[in-house]
């Protein structure tokens, strides 16, 4: 099989930004091409070592299957890494990803940075970024407290470069992100990208994105702080951002720690209650519901989730959110999800421990388990019948889709 190449472009400056992109030709003749794009201003804290596109580009790495040769400088304790970050993933998902084969024109580890054992952190204005940027500002973590010289929010993360008004909406996303990061004395760097826009999983490779992003600062930080996505008390579950796989994203010059998973979510909702900027400018959809908005929609199942969240550490609901939830809108939400339903199970079962447990809402949030976990037995039952009603239907209407999936579908996107 041909080796697939990996070569980074020299960096374009225009308008006060600066535009890093590396392109990914595949042993078949596939091209892969990611851009990063940031104030120019930072241009001293960029390393010249492929690392970050190497972190970013793992997932295409492996769906294509061939081995990757890196026509630039790599520390070799990354691709020591990144070969057990690979071979846990073939365990996790063995019919999408390989393990393959990376070298480089050179192997050298990162040079000492400019900010020894000062972090840089990942930052989206939601409860986990905010709870690890909030609680290691104030020394909240113990002996594993780190210093912080930045934040850094990305333009193709939760706000994705395609989506209407994706610029407007950043911006909104921007001004909260600088307004919860200055009262910490902290800079936010925006940090834009084409990661989502990429022939990838974005469920899976989501948190190659966010360490890849962190990595280009490694001249000036040897640390990246990266909120934790996955309690440790789920550790059986393949998650992007996962304890067991984040560390490996690393290398001996920079350190990727996956910090805040012995919280639950209320928990951080009760750290975070004390810091006002947080609580005025916290955001976790961003107007899932109102396309191009910037706002808490208070209906979808993550905003209702994060209001309970503070309902139940007992701290009041954040202005943020501009409405409560009732009883009933709780009831309607649907888990689709095995990682959402850990969620909601998390929420009853604080809820109970907080003496919440007699009231509707913690009523509301049992009978949506117990429904999700009806319609995953009924999901169980039915499965052996479904080639047969597969077949049945293809007789009858001509396709073995649902009369649903067929009106979706007569209609379009």
Not at 17 to 27: D, I, M, Q, S, Y
Not at 140 to 165: K, M
Request: proline content about 7%; overall charge positive.
């Amino acid at each position: 099989m041909n080796k697939a190449r990996l070569v980074l472009e020299s960096p374009e400056t225009a308008s006060g930004t600066v535009r890093l992109a590396a392109t990914l030709t595949h042993g078949n003749g596939w091209v892969d091409r990611l851009w990063w794009k940031l104030p120019e201003s930072w241009m001293p804290a960029l390393t010249p070592w492929s690392d970050p596109f190497v972190v970013a580009l793992t997932f295409p790495m492996m769906q294509g299957g061939a081995p990757v040769h890196v026509e630039g400088r790599v520390s070799p304790s990354l691709l020591a890494n990144l070969d057990l970050f690979m071979r846990i993933w073939h365990v996790w998902a063995p019919d999408r990803y390989r393990p393959v084969s990376i070298t480089a024109a050179e192997e050298v580890e990162l040079p000492p940075a400019e900010r020894p054992s000062v972090a840089i952190a990942s930052f989206s204005c939601g409860v986990d970024s905010s709870f690890t940027v909030f609680r290691h500002k104030r020394g909240l973590a113990g002996r594993r407290t780190r210093e912080i010289g930045a934040g850094v929010l990305q333009h193709g993360f939760d706000v994705w470069q395609s989506q209407p008004n994706s610029q407007g909406v950043f911006e909104g996303m921007l001004a909260g992100a600088r307004t919860m990061l200055d009262s910490l004395d902290l800079p936010c760097i925006p940090l834009a990208t084409n990661f989502q826009e990429m022939r990838l999983d974005w469920a899976d490779a989501w948190g190659t994105q966010i360490v890849g992003g962190l990595a280009l600062f490694a001249a000036r930080f040897d640390t990246a702080l990266v909120a934790n996505d996955l309690p440790y008390s789920w550790l059986g579950t393949p998650w992007a951002s996962h304890p067991a796989t984040a560390p490996y994203l690393g290398s001996r010059g920079f350190t990727v720690i996956d910090d805040g998973g012995e919280c639950m979510r209320t928990e951080k909702a009760a750290v975070i209650a004390d810091w006002p900027e947080a609580m005025r400018n916290l955001h976790v959809c961003f107007g899932a519901e109102v396309p191009g908005v910037y706002e808490n929609c208070c209906r979808c199942e993550k905003c209702i989730r994060t209001i309970l969240a503070f309902r139940i550490a007992g701290r009041g609901q954040p202005s943020s959110f501009k409405y409560d939830v009732s009883d009933e809108q709780i009831r309607r939400v649907r888990l689709m999800h095995a990682n959402k339903q850990l969620r909601w199970e998390q929420l009853a079962t604080a809820a109970a421990a907080a003496g919440f447990g007699g009231t509707g809402w913690a009523k509301a949030v049992r009978a949506v388990l117990r429904k999700t976990r009806y319609r995953a037995l009924r999901r169980r039952v039915q499965r052996p019948f479904v080639p047969l009603r597969n077949r049945i239907r293809s007789i009858v209407r001509g396709s073995p889709l649902s009369r649903s999936e067929l009106a979706r579908r007569s209609i379009g996107p």
